[in-house]
Each structure stands twice: as C-alpha cells, then as structure tokens.
C-alpha cells in the first residue's frame, strides 16, 4: 500500500542555527524600542513636572508638542498612564531577551513582548477611536487634518507596523522550530 501523496513539504528535522537566536535587524528594533519606550514613559509619569510649562519640559519638546495632538500626552490620562507603567514592564522584558539574543529563551521572550507592543498600540487607537478621538479631536476641530495625520497618526503607526514585522518573522522562526522538534 502507497501512501497518499500530501501537498505540505516535509518537516526539517534540524533546526537552523539562525532560528535560535534574534536576527540582526530585531535586535536593532528592540533596542530603538526600549530606549523610545523609556523616554515615552517618564515623559507621562513625570507630568505635569515633564509637561508644557513645567521645569522638565526642555527634556521633551518633541513629546510637548505631540500633546498639543494628543491630549493624553498633554495633561493627566489615567489610560496614558497605565501604558506608561506598561511601557516600562516591556522594557525590562525587552532587556532580557536583548542579553539572551543568541539565545532560544531570548527569541520567546521577544516574540511575547512585541507582541504586547503590538496590542497595545492597536488598543491605544482604539480607545482611542472608542472615545470619537477625544483626545485628538481639537486638531481636526482648528482644520489641521496635514497636523493631525501627520503627528498623531503616522509616528503612531510605526509602533503597529514594526512590532507587526517583528512578531511575524519571530512567530516563523518558533514555528520552524516546533516543526522541527515535533519531527526527531
């Protein structure tokens, strides 16, 4: 009796070395990411000291003019701040998986932490989005749809699309992986 021929190729029953350990480009991106995602947090936590007006300010101009965007950076938001502390959480995650690069535990640990980026982000414009964009609202409401697009909406995308890339090359990498294990 002939086995049925299947259309899925086979199982590598090796697992490449390159697939253990986090590639070159990822580890650039989390460590943009953690550096980015500090700075963003103490930004918040530190408000109103941090915020326009205040005498820490100078430290973030580029995040006092982005509230004048986005309300949520500009005065207290209960949501921006618990993101904040979130933000901080993933970074310390992130610190791990960077000294376990060239490790399996490192390529794991920053598949679930840029996922968490990834989730986060989405559900910070869907608050967002929820709210009928209370906190971004103003610029539309003065005309500035060029403003708003392009310093509430653009940068804000890159923290959907890179974490995306990342999860989808880091979740190939697992599921190589498991292939792999699941043949021996």
């Known amino acids: 009796m002939t086995p049925a021929p299947t259309d899925a190729p086979a199982a590598p029953t090796t697992v490449a070395p390159r697939d253990l ?3 070159t480009w990822v ?4 460590t943009v990411s953690a550096i980015i995602q500090t700075y963003d947090a103490f930004y918040v936590l ?4 941090s915020h326009a007006g205040g005498p820490l300010a100078g430290f973030w101009p580029g995040h006092v003019f982005y509230g004048t965007f ?3 950076y500009g005065q207290f938001d209960a949501f921006g701040s618990a993101q904040s502390w979130a933000n901080l ?8 998986a960077l000294l376990h690069a060239r ?3 490192g390529v794991v640990v920053a598949l679930i932490v840029t996922t968490a980026t990834f989730w986060k982000t989405v559900i910070y414009f869907l608050v967002e989005a929820s709210s009928g964009l209370e906190m971004t609202r103003q610029s539309l409401e003065r005309g500035d749809l060029v403003g708003f697009l392009m310093v509430a909406v653009l940068p804000n995308l890159f923290w959907i699309v890179f974490p995306l890339a990342v999860v ?4 190939r990498q697992v599921l190589r992986v498991g292939r792999a294990g699941v043949a021996r």
Do not use: A, C, N, T
């Open 46 to 49: 530190l408000g109103p000291l």
């Open 70 to 72: 986005d309300h949520r």
């Open 21 to 23: 350990r986090l590639p």
């Open 103 to 105: 490790k399996w535990s």
């Open 27 to 30: 580890l650039v991106w989390l």
């Open 168 to 171: 989808i090359v880091l979740g």
């Open 89 to 96: 959480v993933e970074v310390v995650f992130i610190v791990w």
